[in-house]
């Protein structure tokens, strides 16, 4: 019976709804294997001990992942600030995207789920994008404006959040249509992927610059 609800429900998704899903998937396991790789590698060199020396590998393992974030606190908190806005602008991106696409998959179904609904003002449709312009624009108004370093962290994730609502919908911004579940829809997804890949090689980049700053610009004179 499962199997069957299962058939008709992949019948029912078009080619590029499969698409979504699966580009969705890669990505969310993508995320959990670098989360996995993470705890496994505090795991093997913290101080909880390995499978092979305990009986109690789920309290061991708790161990590693209470040090696993510990690591990720303390290096955020270590980072200079234009490290974490990056490392904030990225997460707050990927985060908006996934939920903004998935509440508007919901959402197919019916006019609300939960407290998301669609925007209607008189007969016009008012899509996400246009928060997400005015989150983008105002956040990067008052960075300008701002001569405070520190609050750019927190302006980073309003941004992030404005591009992930408004590279939702992209391809309906060049095409003039609603074409978010459509073939021309992918492009939203190809769009906001490249732009995850631009700003992921940015922030290794970053990495590797303060490493080579530490190396080359505080190491002795010879």
């Known amino acids: 019976m499962l199997g069957r609800r299962r058939k008709r429900w992949h019948q029912r998704l078009s080619v590029s709804e499969r698409r979504t899903i699966g580009i969705g998937v890669l990505a969310a396991g993508t995320t959990a294997g670098l989360i996995a790789g993470e705890v496994g590698r505090v795991w093997w060199r913290g101080s909880a001990p390995l499978p092979r020396e305990t009986d109690h590998v789920l309290l061991a393992a708790e161990v ?11 290096g955020y908190e270590d980072a200079p600030d234009r490290a974490n806005a990056l490392f904030n602008l990225l997460t707050s991106f990927v985060l908006t995207f996934g939920s903004a696409r998935g509440v508007t998959y919901l959402l197919r179904g019916g006019r609300r789920f939960g407290p998301f609904r669609d925007v209607h003002i008189a007969r016009r449709h008012i899509h996400h994008y246009v928060p997400g312009i005015i989150l983008a624009f105002a956040s990067g108004a008052v960075a300008i404006l701002t001569e405070n370093e520190e609050i750019e962290p927190k302006l980073a994730l309003v941004f992030g959040a404005g591009m992930g609502l408004t590279l939702d919908e992209s391809a309906l911004l060049l095409e003039l249509e609603d074409v978010y579940w459509s073939e021309e829809g992918l492009l939203s997804v190809q769009i906001t992927l490249a732009v995850m890949a631009m700003l992921g090689a940015l922030a290794l980049a970053l990495r590797l610059l303060r490493r080579g700053e530490q190396a080359v610009l505080e190491s002795p004179s010879p």
Do not use: I
Not at 64 to 74: C, D, L, P, Q, S
């Open 64 to 74: 590693a992942v209470e040090e696993t974030v510990a690591v990720a606190r303390r």
